[in-house]
C-alpha cells in the first residue's frame, strides 16, 4: 500500500474534521491517505461507535465511507493518526496497520 500523509504537523479538532470529511468519491478518499491528529481525538472517536475492528493499537470506524474505505485510528510510539483504509475482511485491517506502522517507523 502507499502512503499519503494529508496534512503536515498534527491536525487539530477543527482541521481533523476537516479532513475526516474532506469527500466520500475516488478523487477525494483512497486507502493509504493519512494525518497526524491527538490523543483527544483519537479517544473521541472510539467512543462515538463501536470500532468494527480493534487491536492493542488501533481500531477502525465501523461506518464506512465508501462501499470498502473505512477511517482506522492508530497509535504509534506515543502519536496518533487516523488512516483510510480498504476494508472487506478483518486481515486488510491487521494488514494495513502492521504495513503503516512500519511506514511511519522509518518515516519519522
Known sequence: MQFTNLHDGVADYDQT????NRGYTADKRSAGQFF???????SYF????????FSR???S???FSTDTLTDCF?????????????????HNFTDAVRDFQAHIGGAF
Not at 17 to 20: G, P, S
Request: with cysteine; charged share 25%; glycine share 2%.
Open 17 to 20: 474534521f476537516a479532513l475526516i
Open 36 to 42: 497526524e491528529t491527538t490523543e483527544e481525538i483519537y
Open 46 to 53: 472510539l467512543t462515538v461507535l463501536p470500532p468494527l475492528d
Open 57 to 59: 493499537d488501533a481500531y
Open 61 to 63: 470506524m465501523s461506518e
Open 74 to 90: 492508530v497509535h504509534h510510539r506515543g502519536r496518533f493518526f487516523c488512516l483510510c483504509i480498504s476494508r472487506r475482511t478483518s
